[in-house]
């Protein structure tokens, strides 16, 4: 052997041998493995693979954590069930495309499963993302991956992952708690993108709800307090027939951020500062009572600012009385006046956490108009929103009672809700003929100029709901609204809504001689300038019901999208 030869042999044993020590290579074969005090990184440098142990316990797993954070965290387990209890463990690669993890007597103590097609030349590769995979050595297409981590997270949610479902092979990508600092094994919580209805994510504590976040709302899952935009990464919903899943997509590579369940049960996104050389936590969810899931029952809302900080939502009562005056909101709220189905109206209540969309329904093309008489034409419908909030169009409806909803202010958003059209917030002046007129009228007797202080006609609920398309909020009365069955010379432009008992109008009002805006203001402000209101023939708003000794603070206001009261001919 010459010279030469010699020293590229003594080269490539040394760079063997640094490779060994230092853990250089970020892949292994079916002719490589990696033993206990070994590892592999990724090229990158960011992310570690080898053996530990957790806290004070002597178990030894095989797992991955940050290389270059001094306080590092695993942010992967593969063995998490079944811990090695030698140093002896062996993880390799073997045919046809299986990652498995020796014990001491080199029984399969923990393998990978195969979800595509076997390859000839199978190797694992740690990437620099934290995606550990096995692929062909040929081919390093994600689609061709045999398998991968970021299918199987444990408790940490990296910048990558698609959290969610896979249709196609069934695979559900989650977070499971650790049980404890010291045992990795699944804990009592995951955290789930629940595809049921309309996609959101939830937490649960074994299979009982503990926290919802709420539905996509086209920028990022809505019903986070105080939630804004983070430049360093970007959010995304994907829905087909093949799958569902949510994926945030780094922006900036230098910023490292997680999101883990812990033990406890709680959210917490983190992010590295090297300054300080500590995880900062930027984010706890729940972060407070209101996040407890349905804390408040069917349609009740919690205000963290209020106490107690559950109240039923405006024309809503509580359904227990007594068990609402001992702080048991289980039961939640009821309408204060039943739904008739036939003449129903929708009321906007804003700044909510949308409810539980499980039993929900959507279209994505749909406008709001078409979502909200999509809802009317079908009676279990119980409210709607728009799907995509930052530009006002999809369809969201909801199938059931409405339940997990919080007040979150200028984060919030705004829901219709369906409601007995009697329950509209203030009173509509009111175009009517008095009782006489419809008798005279009826035995031919009646002639508009015997009566110079004739009322206007009376039109019937059917006619009113028509020529207004049920109420909608495109045809809402306040806003230049012109009634259809209406000659010309009754139209009106410019009907208002008052805050006061219902009103008639004078016969002058036929000649379209209506005041400005401003002067009723005017009159409505100052005293003497109206003549005394007659008692109305009737006035369906009732006083609503509360629970002896509760207060009415606790009533969760909302701001009225209709604000008409419907009255009916005697």
């Keep these: 052997m010459n010279t030469l030869s010699k020293g590229f042999l003594l080269l490539l044993l040394t760079a063997l041998i640094i490779q060994k020590i230092y853990g250089a290579t970020d892949t292994i074969n079916v002719t490589q493995n990696i033993t206990d005090g070994e590892s592999i990184v990724s090229s990158g440098g960011t992310f570690e693979l080898g053996f530990f142990s957790p806290g004070n316990t002597n178990n030894r797993y095989v797992g991955m954590w940050y290389k270059n954070i001094a306080a590092d965290k695993v942010v992967w387990v593969a063995n998490r069930e079944v811990p090695l209890t030698t140093n002896s463990g062996v993880l390799t690669v073997m045919h046809p495309g299986i990652l498995v993890l020796l014990n001491d007597t080199n029984n399969i103590l923990w393998s990978s499963n195969i979800s595509k097609s076997v390859v000839n030349n199978p ?8 995606n550990l995979v096995v692929r062909d050595a040929n081919n390093d297409r994600p689609e061709n991956f045999i398998w991968q981590s970021f299918d199987y997270p444990t408790d940490t949610f990296l910048p990558g992952i698609k959290f969610g479902w896979n249709f196609i092979t069934g695979v559900e990508t989650y977070l499971s708690s650790w049980k404890n600092d010291e045992d990795p094994s699944p804990g009592d919580f995951t955290y789930h993108l629940d595809p049921t209805g309309y996609p959101q994510i939830v937490m649960r504590q074994n299979k009982v709800e503990t926290y919802r976040i709420g539905p996509w709302n086209g ?32 922006i900036d590579r230098s910023v490292v ?79 204060r006046t039943n739904l008739s189905c ?91 003929r008095r009782k006489n007129d419809l008798k005279m009228r009826k035995e031919g007797k009646y002639s508009g100029s015997d009566h110079k202080d004739s009322e206007l006609p009376l039109f019937k609920l059917s006619t009113i ?9 495109d045809n809402k009365l306040g806003e230049g609204v012109t009634f259809g069955y209406m000659s010309p010379e009754y139209a009106v432009d410019g009907l208002f ?60 206001s909302s701001t009225n999208e209709v604000t008409i009261t419907l009255l009916e001919a005697r």
């Excluded at 105080?226 to 945030?248: G, I, Q, S």
């Excluded at 709901?465 to 909020?473: E, G, P, R, V």
């Design 219 to 250: 920028l990022r899952f809505s019903g986070f307090p105080n939630m804004r935009a983070d430049p360093t990464y970007t959010l995304t919903l994907t829905m087909n027939k093949n799958e569902v899943h949510y994926f945030e997509h780094t």
């Design 342 to 432: 036939q003449g129903d109206v929708f009321l906007r209540f804003s700044g909510i956490k949308l409810p539980d969309a499980r039993h929900s329904w959507f279209n994505e093309s749909m406008s709001l108009k078409e979502c909200e008489a999509a809802c009317l034409k079908n009676c279990s419908c119980m409210a709607y929103t728009a799907l995509d909030f930052s530009r006002g169009s999809g369809c969201l409806l909801w199938f059931d009672d409405l339940v997990d909803i919080r007040t979150l202010s200028a984060d919030g958003q705004d829901i219709y809700i369906r409601m007995a059209s009697s329950e509209l917030g203030v009173s509509l002046i009111y175009l009517k």
């Design 257 to 335: 951020s997680r999101f883990t369940l812990t033990p406890g049960g709680v959210g917490q996104r983190t992010t590295w500062v090297n300054q300080t050389q500590e995880w900062v936590r930027i984010m706890n969810v729940p972060g407070d009572n209101c996040d407890s899931y349905s804390m408040c029952g069917a349609y009740g809302s919690c205000h963290i600012g209020n106490s107690p900080a559950c109240g039923c939502l405006n024309r809503f009562v509580p359904k227990d009385p007594e068990g609402w005056n001992r702080s048991d909101w289980s039961n939640g709220c009821v309408r």
């Design 465 to 473: 709901l028509k020529a207004t398309n049920y109420f909608s909020i």
């Design 123 to 130: 190797i694992a590769q740690l990437l620099d993302n934290g």
């Design 497 to 556: 809504s008052v805050k006061s008992d219902v009103f008639s109008l004078h016969a002058s009002a036929r000649n379209c001689e209506w005041p400005s805006m401003s002067s009723v203001v005017l009159m409505l402000g100052n005293e003497g300038v109206f003549p005394p209101a007659n008692q109305p023939g009737f006035f369906t708003e009732r006083e609503p019901f509360i629970a002896e000794n509760s207060s009415k603070a606790n009533a969760i």
